[in-house]
């Protein structure tokens, strides 16, 4: 089980810093995702800036998501000392 998210807020472009409950902060870059069909309205920018938080993921309205092993686990630590 992945823990839950405890906020998350863009960083750049379409990176997004994840705050998790259990201590990390990750980066998700959706950049790679813009070319999949199921992502497409989020080519859409200011679409895309309006996410949500559940649980374990975030979402938009319209029911894109994303699964909450592959944010996790294909998001990178990331160093806020940078």
Do not use: R
Not at 12 to 29: A, W
């Amino acid at each position: 089980m992945n823990p839950k998210i405890s906020k998350a807020e863009i960083i750049e472009g379409y990176k997004v810093l994840i705050y998790y409950k259990n201590g990390e902060v990750k980066m998700f870059d959706f950049s790679k995702h813009l070319l999949e069909p199921f992502y497409s309205k989020l080519n859409n920018y200011e679409y895309f800036k309006n996410f949500k938080v559940l649980v374990d993921t975030i979402y938009w309205d319209d029911s894109v998501d994303i699964s909450p092993e592959e944010l996790y686990e294909c998001s990178v630590l990331y160093n806020q000392d940078k």
